[in-house]
């Protein structure tokens, strides 16, 4: 199993819906990162929590530490939504150590 | 807000030859740099982690000999792909630790290397 698990892996949705994306660790962390790559390749640090909630425009995530679990939200989204989000939690054990989710690909569409 | 540059964005080379793709922080301090390759369709895979003025941390898999990683300043790290072949065709970024503390990671915008 890995430390990491995104799910979905794959999500398509109409423009205008609220999206959900789900992240849960098993190891114990310092911060919990999620990023979002557009398919040119660039990655967006879009937040680092390391407990409750955080919003950016259109953009919420929260994360719960006793459960583990830390979730993306997309208001009203938009075609320009569309990219792959990845969960990154970074070890309680080392500063610098990375562990990656394997994404949640997006596709909205108009 | 924190930039780090990462160059060049694409490179095509012959197979043999050398690459060397930097990753700056532009206004800020990164004692810490991490390399990551990316083939299609897959998640980023960490190749090793980039301490500033010690060796690189590579990981399993990954050979030391073949990715040089220098870091010889608080920002700025190279990558250097020696004898380069068709397989190392990928995507290659970067990612910038602000030094100090618990920050948020900062990407380069990747570079696409093709082995011909």
């Known amino acids: 199993k890995n430390e990491v698990e995104q799910s979905p892996q794959n999500l398509t949705a109409q423009e205008g819906e609220f999206i959900t994306i789900n992240c849960s660790y098993s190891?114990?962390?310092?911060?919990l990162h999620w990023l979002q790559q557009h398919p040119g390749g660039g990655i967006v640090s879009l937040f680092m929590l390391s407990s409750g909630k955080k919003k950016h425009g259109r953009l919420i995530a929260t994360i719960n530490i006793q459960e583990k679990h830390s979730s993306l939200h997309i208001t009203a989204s938009h075609p320009r939504d569309s990219a792959v989000y990845i969960c990154a939690v970074r070890s309680a054990d080392s500063n610098y150590q990375l562990i990656w989710g394997a994404g949640t690909k997006l596709i909205i569409k108009p | 807000g924190a930039v780090v540059s990462q160059h060049p964005s694409w490179v095509i080379c012959k197979s043999g030859t050398s690459v060397k793709i930097e990753c700056r922080s532009l206004?800020?301090?990164?004692?810490?740099m991490f390399w990551y390759r990316q083939f299609p369709k897959q998640s980023l895979m960490l190749m090793a982690t980039?301490?500033?003025?010690?060796?690189?941390?590579?990981e399993q898999g990954v050979e030391k000999d073949k990715f040089l990683i220098n870091h010889a300043s608080l920002t700025l790290s190279t990558l250097t792909v020696t004898s380069a072949h068709p397989e190392d065709s990928s995507f290659y970024i970067c990612s910038a630790l602000r030094t100090g503390g618990l920050s948020p990671l900062h990407f380069g915008n990747g570079t696409r290397l093709t082995v011909t």
């Open positions: 190891v114990g962390i310092s911060a």
């Open positions: 206004d800020f301090q990164a004692t810490t």
């Open positions: 980039s301490n500033e003025g010690s060796k690189a941390t590579y």
